[in-house]
């Protein structure tokens, strides 16, 4: 299980949810329960091989590449 970053396209609602990664499919926007929903990467990036262990994206953040997964 994890617990994964979501946006729906339709209403542009960020929403998390805890889910098998088989079951990423599956999940509907609980504001207007919309199936048209991509996974989105928010936060600070982990970059093995950096100096701290943290970092190694140019902005910080996985929303600027797209993610580091």
Known sequence: MALIDFKCIK???KFEE???LSD???IKCP???SEDIK???EGKC???GSSKGVGGCSSGSCGGCSGCH
């Open 31 to 33: 504001k207007c329960g």
């Open 11 to 13: 209403c542009g609602e």
């Open 46 to 48: 982990c970059s093995v």
């Open 39 to 41: 996974q989105v990467f």
């Open 24 to 26: 990423r499919e599956n």
């Open 18 to 20: 805890i889910v098998k």
